[in-house]
T-cell receptor, first 118, second 115 residues
Framework: GAVVSQHPSRVICKSGTSVKIECRSLDFQATTMFWYRQFPKQSLMLMATSNEGSKATYEQGVEKDKFLINHASLTLSTLTVTSAHPEDSSFYIC??????????????FGAGSRLTVL | AQKITQTQPGMFVQEKEAVTLDCTYDTSDPSYGLFWYKQPSSGEMIFLIYQGSYDQQNATEGRYSLNFQKARKSANLVISASQLGDSAMYFCAMRGVQGAQKLVFGQGTRLTINP
């Protein structure tokens, strides 16, 4: 089945530093990946759509310069939270779609990354 | 715009009973897909079931079935013979044509199975 690996699962950083989160599709190629953010006891909010080989598409209200997305290959997308502040503390989850076939409709999610900014 | 509504913040069910989690949606897209995901305390999102808007029959996957009522714009999840391991957050989500492949999620329902 389709597997998406996300790393790190937990990260604690100091305010003002940058943090990179990786999202990898392990057994399939993903031209498109999605980054979601989830606050405690709330739903998932789409932040941006990561497109392989091109710029990411950000949702309204999401700062491009704050949340840098790079999709350099068909199996890897990275989210970098720049100059992190305590309000950036959240659960970040990536997802990818396996193109074509029966699984084409389903998005597979990574296990998520819990960011805590001190 | 697409919107998903889950009106049950929490549900408590006895083990082995069936449970229905409600989901209503709103979209102007002629074609769309509806999904249910389970999120245990670990945080991972586990895909449960999918229903296409043009599917003639309600989707079923093991103990999960989707009660799709298109005219009422509802896509309720039914879990039969609930188990303790079913305790988790459950999210209904929708993908439309205009939204490419991105999913819009409902607020979620926290299901607790009591022994």
């Amino acid at each position: 089945g389709a597997v998406v690996s996300q790393h790190p699962s937990r990260v604690i950083c100091k305010s003002g530093t940058s943090v990179k989160i990786e999202c990898r599709s392990l057994d399939f190629q993903a031209t498109t990946m999605f980054w979601y953010r989830q606050f405690p006891k709330q739903s998932l909010m789409l932040m941006a759509t990561s497109n392989e080989g091109s710029k990411a598409t950000y949702e309204q209200g999401v700062e491009k310069d704050k949340f840098l997305i790079n999709h350099a290959s068909l199996t890897l997308s990275t989210l970098t939270v720049t100059s992190a502040h305590p309000e950036d503390s959240s659960f970040y989850i990536c997802s990818a779609r396996r193109g074509g076939g029966r699984g084409a409709n389903v998005l597979t999610f990574g296990a998520g990354s819990r960011l805590t900014v001190l | 715009a697409q919107k998903i509504t889950q009106t049950q913040p929490g549900m408590f069910v006895q083990e082995k009973e069936a449970v229905t989690l409600d989901c209503t949606y709103d979209t102007s897209d002629p074609s769309y897909g509806l999904f249910w995901y389970k999120q245990p305390s670990s945080g991972e999102m586990i895909f449960l079931i999918y229903q296409g808007s043009y599917d003639q029959q309600n989707a079923t996957e093991g103990r999960y079935s989707l009660n799709f009522q298109k005219a009422r714009k509802s896509a309720n999840l039914v879990i039969s013979a609930s188990q303790l391991g079913d305790s988790a957050m459950y999210f209904c989500a929708m993908r439309g044509v205009q939204g490419a492949q991105k999913l819009v999620f409902g607020q979620g329902t926290r299901l607790t199975i009591n022994p």
